[in-house]
């Protein structure tokens, strides 16, 4: 089927429908966590192999890349999809539930994967009407932050020998129904910093406070003034978020504890905003817990950068959502303050980054990512797969017409 003297796909993916249900399931149901992927990656080198697509392994460990070349010369594009399972026990009751004890696809990449390993046949099928070639990434550990497989895949070379000229991914929203599509032309997701402080005081007895350095107290101090930094600190027309999502200290109910644990996040958009908190973020934690006779011992990790899209190639993946799904299928959307380590593709090629609705309208309950119950309606599935690989083909006629 052809549009505009190029292949056009719209009902293709159809055709593979219960190939991407199957897939899906099989690698919902044997999930592998960050750099562990090796059977989901044999998988995919597997079903590369049945559609005839010549693929390279190894990258970052598990990491594949497959090749559609097209019959003609032309330019490079790239398509990915991250691989990974999350650290959660699974309390679905379907009838794939993962097989791996606390082990779950909760952030649907397995739904990512099998979408591409689809795309990679619709554009196969029609790799002799390609003016270039479309690369297939399919990346181990993004959930790994703050290493990510993005940086080892192109540090082993991913992009060597054919250096992408575009470079796109999608991920499953659970927040928009199926068949709409979330993008934008600047930040779709944040910067994704992660920090651990260990306060330490001097243990004693709960009876005499006055003899030791409350290691608990120092802590809450530290909590209260490191919650005043968005919103005394930080512009109200900046976004910006600081959690501590875990805090462990003391071990009896009569006794003074001597160090308390606080682990959280700070997320941004702006590179700018990101080093104002961190750098109030030291002098709070120091400053509070020396104020109190306590020390403060701060880990930082400078997390996934904001992912940043390229404006000309996010308004392309709008403009191919339009022709194939109605001019009603892309609706306005808010970044995320999620982290996403596609971000270090983008920083080094221009592309973008999008969301897949998938949410079923009739649902009564939208399970959220990283939720031990997340599940999607596999009717997008097709459409992500036709949408992947008609903004691949038009990617590459548009840019033969430079």
Not at 81 to 89: G, N, S, V, Y
Not at 257 to 273: D, H, N, S
Not at 290 to 303: K, L, M, N
């Amino acid at each position: 089927m052809s549009k505009h003297g190029r292949p056009f796909l719209k009902g293709e993916g159809g055709r593979y429908e219960k190939d991407l249900v199957s897939l899906r399931h099989h690698l919902h149901r044997y999930p592998e966590l960050s750099g562990e992927e090796h059977e989901t990656s044999k998988t995919i080198r597997g079903k590369l192999e049945e559609t005839g697509i010549p693929y390279e392994a190894g990258y970052a460990g598990t990491g594949v890349l497959g090749l559609v070349e097209g019959g003609r010369p032309g330019n490079t594009v790239a398509l990915r999809a991250d691989i990974d399972a999350l650290p959660i026990e699974e309390e679905n009751d379907h009838g794939f539930v993962s097989e791996n004890e606390g082990v779950m696809h909760a952030c649907g990449h397995d739904a990512h994967a099998a979408m591409l390993v689809g795309a990679g046949c619709l554009l196969n099928a029609v790799k002799d009407e390609l003016p270039g070639r479309v690369l297939l990434v399919f990346q181990p550990a993004e959930e790994a932050s703050p290493t990510g497989g993005a940086r080892p895949m192109m540090d082993d070379g991913v992009f060597r020998e054919r250096v992408p000229d575009a470079v796109f991914a999608q991920h499953v929203r659970p927040s928009l129904p199926v068949g709409q599509i979330g993008v934008r032309q600047k930040e779709m997701t944040g910067n994704s910093d992660r920090f651990e402080v260990v306060v330490e005081g001097t243990g004693g007895h709960a009876s005499s406070p006055h003899q030791a350095t409350d290691a608990i107290v120092a802590a809450n101090q530290v909590i209260n003034g490191l919650q005043s930094i968005v919103s005394r600190n930080v512009s109200p027309l900046r976004s910006a978020v600081l959690t501590i999502g875990r805090i462990e200290g003391g071990h009896r109910y009569n006794a003074i504890a001597k160090q308390v644990r606080l682990e959280g996040t700070i997320r941004t958009f702006r590179p700018e905003t990101k080093e104002e908190i961190k750098g109030r973020f030291y002098s709070i934690v120091e400053g509070i817990a020396a104020s109190v006779g306590a020390t403060a011992r701060i880990r930082y990790w400078d997390g996934y950068p904001a992912t940043i899209n390229t404006p000309e190639w996010a308004e392309h993946v709008r403009q191919t959502a339009q022709e194939l799904l109605g001019t009603e299928a892309t609706p306005d959307v808010a970044p995320s303050l999620g982290g996403e380590d596609f971000s270090r593709f983008v920083l080094e090629y221009p592309g973008a980054y999008y969301w897949l609705g998938t949410a079923n309208p009739n649902a009564e309950e939208r399970k959220r990512l990283h939720d031990s119950r997340f599940d999607l309606d596999e009717a997008a599935l097709p459409i992500g797969t036709e949408l992947m690989a008609q903004i691949a083909v038009d990617a590459l006629y548009q840019l033969a017409d430079r």
